[in-house]
């Protein structure tokens, strides 16, 4: 039992970094003027996203967060502002009121 949990864990742990790394390149080459590897490293974000049934947008002002459980299920809307080294579990979604009709318009910010 105790190889099965060091598995995942590894497994979740490779992937959120995966993530994190190809996000950070993404945010580099997005100003360039090829943006042949703005999209390349775009398409693996999404492809991590597809993968693990998240929706973590490269754009959105996200630090690196802690994710104990791996990025699974994780939804983060574009407008959210999330800080340095905040922990965020599987199966959560920090979404923002855009509704016209509201009395309070917003994104919600985490910090730490």
């Not at 959120?16 to 490293?41: D, G, H, Q, S, T």
């Not at 802690?66 to 979404?95: D, E, M, R, W």
Request: charged share 25%.
């Amino acid at each position: 039992m105790e190889f099965i949990e060091i598995l995942i864990r590894r497994i979740f742990k490779n992937q959120a970094e995966a993530f994190w790394k190809n996000r950070k390149k993404c945010l580099k080459y997005e100003k360039c003027k090829c943006k042949l590897l703005y999209y390349i490293y775009l398409y693996k974000c999404k492809k991590i996203n597809r993968k693990v049934n998240s929706g973590i947008p490269v754009s959105a002002e996200i630090n690196e967060f802690v994710v104990p459980h791996g990025l699974s299920g994780i939804y983060i809307s574009k407008g959210a502002k999330i800080g340095n080294n905040c922990v965020i579990f599987h199966q959560v979604t920090i979404g923002s009121n855009t509704l016209k009709d509201s009395k309070k318009l917003g994104v919600p910010v985490i910090r730490r």
